[in-house]
Every structure is written in C-alpha cells, then in structure tokens.
C-alpha cells in the first residue's frame, strides 16, 4: 500500500473513534446514522429545510423547499444525510484570483494531511471529509475540475460522470453545458453503488433526456473486474519530460502491462478551446443562476443583487478576493458569441474522438494534476500553485462533457496524486470497470511472509516480503494488525516449511493463507523481484 494511503487509512479508523479534527471540511453536521450509509452533500445542492448557500453569506437565508432530485433518490435508497460541506464559494466562480476552499459562509477548509495547505475545489468540503474518515461517500459537483482536484489532492475516488447521466436539479449552477455532480468516496464499491442511485432521468433536467435507451446503470457489477486484457490507453501529457512524471508514467505503463492492457505514448494536437469554454461559462452561469434564485426562498433575485450584497459587505464576503467573474458574467449577453463559441467546443469534441480513432483507443489514462499547494491569500491559487510541479489532464473532459474517474495513485513530496482515466461520453462503466483493474494493484493489502532462517533470507527476499521463521509463525502473526480474511502468502526454498506455516494459519482462523511454494516459484507468481534483504 502506498504510504500516503496508510496514513489516510489510520485517519479513516481514527475518525470514527475519537473527535478528529476535519479540516472545517463541513459548513453544517446533522449527525450520523448507525444503520444508513452516512453521507455529506456539497453546499450547493438543496435539501428540503436546510441552507443551500453556496458558501455565501449573500444566501444565509436561502432555505430550500424541497430536495434536490439527486437528494431524494439518496433518502430513498438507505443513505443518510450527515451534513453540508464547505466548498469554495460559487464554486470557484467568483473571481479569477479565488482560493479554493475558502468561502464567507464557512471558512477555509484545509488540506487533510497539513493545514497549512490547499484542499483544492471547488467540492473542498465533500473531499476532505471522506480522506478525514468522517464519512465514507460525499457528494460533489464539477464545472472545470472541482470533483477531479480535490479527489486526487486528497488522495480519494472521485467520478465526474457523462453531463446528463445525473440530474442538476435543485443544484446552484454555473454551466448548463458542463455541470454535473459526482461521488466521491473511499472505496470504488462505494462510489459505484451511489453513482447507480443518483443516476437516471429526470423531467426538470432535460439533459438526463440524452442517456442512451441501452444505458446499463450496474456500476457495482464492474468493481470486480481485475484485468485490462486488449485494453488501450492512451497517454495523457506524454510529452512531460519531468523525471518524476516520467517515473509514473513508467509505472503507469507496467500495470496497465501486467493487467494485459496497453498504454499508447499520442501526439496530441488538439487545440483546446479555452476562450470559447469561458465565454460559455460566464454567459450560462448568468442565465442559469436566475432561474435557480428567483425559484428559491432568497431575497436575493438576480446577480445584480448579490454583486451589490458582496459591495455592501466586502469587508466579511471579500477580504481575500474580488468578484470579477460576477462583473464579466453580467457584460457577456451577446447571444451570437455564445453560439460561436459552443460550436468551437462541439468541435474540440471531434477532435477528441478523431484522437481516439486515430489510435484505436478505449479511453485516455495520465496523472490527474500536480500535488498539494500552500494556502495563499495573495492572488489566490494561481501563484501558491507555480512553486510545485503542475499538470493537469482532464480539462477537456469538463469541457467535452466526457466521464472522468481519479483513484489514489502515488505521491509526490508527500502529498497525493491521483490517477485519471478519461473515456467517451456514456462510457462511464468502462472507464469504472478500467479503474477497478488498476486500483486492485495499487491497492492492494496482501502479505508475504518469507518462512526461511535468517541466513537464507540475508541471500535474497521477494521485494515487499517479511520475515518470519515458520517455527515463530504463531506467535509473530498474532503481533501483526491484519484481518482473518487478509490475504497471506508464504514462500520458502522448496515449499515444505512455508506449507506447515500455511496449516498453522488456517487452524489459526485465516481464511486466506495459501502456500506459494519456493521463492524463484512464488516470485514468479506473485509477480514480484527478488532483492537484497535489509534487516
């Protein structure tokens, strides 16, 4: 396992067993369930009776009278609402210059490892208070970005689905284009299942309307999937000549290999269409936020009113940013620039799909962004974020509409870096079923015990192994933390002792023990070197 997500495992244990301190990940807590999934929804979706706020205290009052679609479909599936998270007001939509995490509502959420860093966003809050261990699955919601970041900066799952695979009613939006929301979760099982309950049509959303008739909603059925056989990627940001992304990459490329897959270094020209991708943005958001306010219980009614409630308060709703993108928002009316520039995203669209073509690829694989940066209220993100290592992969997934899933990779100066796996819009449970093959090598929790004396073990040991003389299994075994269920192989010269220590384990209780026979036999099997021993 790696160690970034040991340390997020022991987070995970202590959450639940004293007061953990998450990182002001929430903006309201409703308690927990003993019975239900227990789960925490981003602060601009609506619960009947509770805020929906955005982070601003410009919507303090803003009660909403009825659940979200994608809420009601989580009551009535057995999970239980445990609170509101924080999130990086308007969801990042306010100024140019925005600090993720931050808002006037509820603070700055933080980084999960270190305070002094940023959790990313705009879902900051649902991101931190599943690595924190306060839940298991939040809800979070992306335009640009803000399911993908906070998920691999804080080293957890998170899928940003096909736009119009999960409803945005009842959601403050930025994008009709580009708005969805999207689990994220610890686990790929618990992922999937809340994905297969937000998903489906909805009326008040003409977007749900596109789903295919033939649209298969099993996503748990493919978290077992453990090979990648006849699998094609292709390799995003193949170009990056850093040596540490080009170590990645190469770790990319050896498990995709011995999952029987194949990893495709792509010349990728596309011309990616940022200036139209923000017109669109900033044209939608005006449109679609109106129609959200003047449905709500707000007294705020238009986005005139709440750039002047931001002027009127400035001292409390601005001291570390501006609200520039509200200024740009109000001036971009011009209709036949708004069809100019959704006609150049369209066309990026093709040009992602001429990519795959070109390559006969399934979906595109690469490192989700950059580590972790310090919290910076001067200028916001941009300058913290040009003191580490940046790349990034998954714009034209937002913009694209395309399904996008980052699962816990490794870690760069010891902060998380998630992996992201790109495909075709609606093929979000090929791209589920692609990280589940992947994320059981990166996870995975087997033991190997090396069963030999000392003076054998000191000629060369797997890599990863223990030691443990077969004679001492009983008693050292019940000195480690590990679960009856746990996967344990052991290995010696020829295979006698490592099959005695093997019964020893399974009269022991441990339904997994399984003998691998000598140690060329059980490298050869498990897949693993044989390295110099170091006690």
């Not at 807590?29 to 410009?58: C, H, M």
């Not at 292709?234 to 850093?242: F, T």
């Not at 003047?294 to 750039?307: A, P, W």
């Not at 069809?339 to 390559?359: A, F, I, P």
């Amino acid at each position: 396992m790696n160690k970034f997500l040991f340390i997020l495992s022991c987070l995970a244990l202590n959450a639940y067993t004293t007061d953990l301190d998450t990182n002001n990940s929430l903006i309201d807590f409703y308690g927990k369930s003993e019975t239900k999934i227990n789960i925490v929804i981003k602060d601009n979706i609506d619960i009947q009776g509770k805020v929906t706020s955005a982070g601003s205290l410009a919507l303090k009052d803003n009660v909403a009278n009825k659940n979200a679609f994608i809420i009601q479909r989580l009551i009535d599936s057995d999970f239980h609402i445990s609170g509101k998270a924080n999130l990086s007001e308007w969801a990042n939509f306010r100024s140019e210059n925005s600090v993720s995490g931050w808002s006037s509502i509820g603070g700055q959420t933080t980084h999960v490892l270190d305070s002094k860093y940023n959790p990313c966003g705009s879902s900051s809050g649902s991101a931190v208070a599943v690595a924190s261990g306060l839940v298991d699955i939040a809800i979070g919601t992306e335009t640009n970005g803000s399911i993908s970041c906070p998920s691999s900066i804080n080293g957890i799952i998170g899928f940003k689905p096909t736009v119009g695979l999960v409803s945005r009613s009842g959601i403050i939006p930025i994008s009709s284009s580009q708005d969805t929301a999207g689990p994220m979760g610890k686990t790929l099982e618990i992922v999937a299942k809340t994905l297969e309950v937000i998903s489906g049509y909805d009326p008040n959303d003409n977007a749900t309307s596109f789903i295919p008739d033939d649209f298969n909603f099993n996503f748990v059925d493919v978290t077992n999937n453990r090979r990648l056989d006849g699998i094609r990627f292709g390799l995003l940001n193949a170009d990056n000549q850093h040596p540490q992304v080009i170590e990645f990459h190469n770790e990319i490329k050896a498990i995709v290999k011995k999952l029987g897959g194949e990893l495709i270094d792509i010349k990728d020209d596309r011309i990616y269409p940022d200036e139209a991708e923000y017109f669109i943005l900033l044209y939608e958001f005006r449109v679609g936020l109106e129609k959200y306010l003047q449905s709500s219980s707000s007294k705020m009614q238009n986005l005139n009113d709440l750039i002047i409630f931001n002027e009127e308060n400035k001292n409390t709703v601005m001291p570390h940013f501006g609200q520039d993108i509200f200024f740009k928002s109000l001036e971009s009316d011009s209709y036949i620039r708004y069809m100019w520039s959704k006609y150049k995203v369209s066309n990026s669209y093709k040009e992602t799909l001429r990519l795959l073509e070109e390559y006969e690829l399934d979906a595109f694989i690469g490192l989700t962004r950059g580590p972790a940066w310090r919290i910076n209220y001067d200028g916001g993100d941009w300058p913290a974020m040009q003191e580490t290592l940046r790349f990034s992969s998954g714009g034209f997934a937002a913009h694209n509409g395309m399904p996008h899933i980052t699962i816990p990779f490794f870690n760069i100066d010891n902060f998380p870096v998630g992996i992201s796996i790109i495909g075709k819009r609606w093929d979000d449970r090929e791209i589920l079923k692609f990280a589940a093959a992947i994320d059981s090598k990166l996870t995975d929790k087997s033991i190997i015990i090396d069963v030999r004396s000392l003076d054998e073990v000191k000629t060369g040991i797997i890599q990863d192994a223990i030691h443990i003389e077969w004679t001492d299994i009983e008693k050292e075994i019940s000195n480690l933390d590990i679960s009856k269920d746990q996967p344990i192989y052991l290995y010696c010269r020829s295979g006698n002792r490592s099959g005695k220590a093997t019964a020893i384990l399974e009269k022991m209780g441990f339904t997994n023990a399984k003998n691998v026979g000598g140690i060329i036999e059980a490298a050869d099997k498990l897949d693993k070197k044989i390295v110099k021993y170091s006690e």
